[in-house]
């Protein structure tokens, strides 16, 4: 028997095409990243994002710490997206958003307090938000004003003369 005719040796056809990527992938991100842990914490951050590729991936920050570790993390990752794919974060403690406005990283990485609100915010759906209702500036009171004028509760009249 020749090796031609065996059919389980393949024939030679162009390689198959890969997977489009999915539309989005959460990925939880849980640990407190120092200096131990950074190597470890990049790579199994950079393996999910590029084991499953996604059009929208969300980092999850559950941490209310946000060190400058974890942000060269984040940052270096979204490089690693597919083409045409962005990093978005979605830090549900407000501590940790604040870290990410102190350090201007907002709007490059996309950050919202949930997983809906950073999507929102990659594709530019803003939901708007209801006005607020306007609230007149009322003077003080003829009353108010004498009051002050007098000394207040004390009955002391003031040192300025009006």
Same mark, same amino acid.
């Given at each position: 028997?020749?090796? /031609?005719?065996?059919?389980? %040796?393949?024939? =030679?056809?162009?390689?198959?095409?890969?997977?489009?990527?999915?539309?989005?992938? *959460? *990925?939880?991100?849980?640990?407190?990243?120092?200096?131990?842990?950074? *190597?470890?914490?990049? =790579? =199994?951050?950079?393996?999910?994002?590029?084991?499953?590729?996604? !059009?929208?991936?969300?980092? !999850?920050?559950?941490?209310? %710490?946000? /060190?400058?570790? $974890?942000?060269?993390?984040?940052?270096?990752?979204?490089?690693?997206?597919?083409?045409?794919?962005?990093?978005? *974060? $979605?830090?549900?403690?407000?501590?940790?958003?604040?870290?990410?406005?102190?350090?201007?990283?907002?709007?490059?990485?996309?950050? $919202?307090? /949930?997983?809906?609100?950073? %999507?929102?915010?990659?594709?530019?759906?803003?939901?708007?938000?209801?006005?607020?209702?306007?609230?007149?500036?009322?003077?003080?009171?003829?009353? &108010?004003?004498?009051?002050?004028?007098? &000394? &207040?509760? !004390?009955?002391?009249?003031?040192? /300025?003369?009006?």
């Amino acid at each position: 028997m020749s090796r /031609t005719d065996t059919p389980a %040796v393949p024939h =030679a056809t162009s390689a198959p095409l890969p997977a489009a990527p999915a539309a989005l992938l *959460v *990925v939880p991100f849980d640990t407190l990243v120092d200096l131990d842990n950074e *190597v470890a914490a990049e =790579a =199994a951050l950079s393996r999910a994002v590029e084991r499953h590729p996604a !059009r929208i991936v969300v980092v !999850r920050v559950r941490s209310r %710490v946000v /060190t400058p570790q $974890a942000l060269r993390i984040l940052l270096r990752t979204a490089t690693r997206t597919v083409p045409g794919g962005v990093l978005c *974060v $979605a830090a549900e403690y407000p501590a940790a958003r604040r870290v990410f406005h102190l350090t201007g990283l907002v709007r490059p990485l996309h950050v $919202a307090a /949930t997983v809906p609100g950073a %999507v929102r915010r990659v594709s530019g759906d803003r939901v708007p938000r209801p006005p607020r209702p306007r609230v007149p500036a009322r003077p003080p009171s003829a009353l &108010g004003r004498a009051w002050r004028r007098e &000394g &207040g509760p !004390r009955g002391r009249p003031s040192a /300025t003369r009006h």
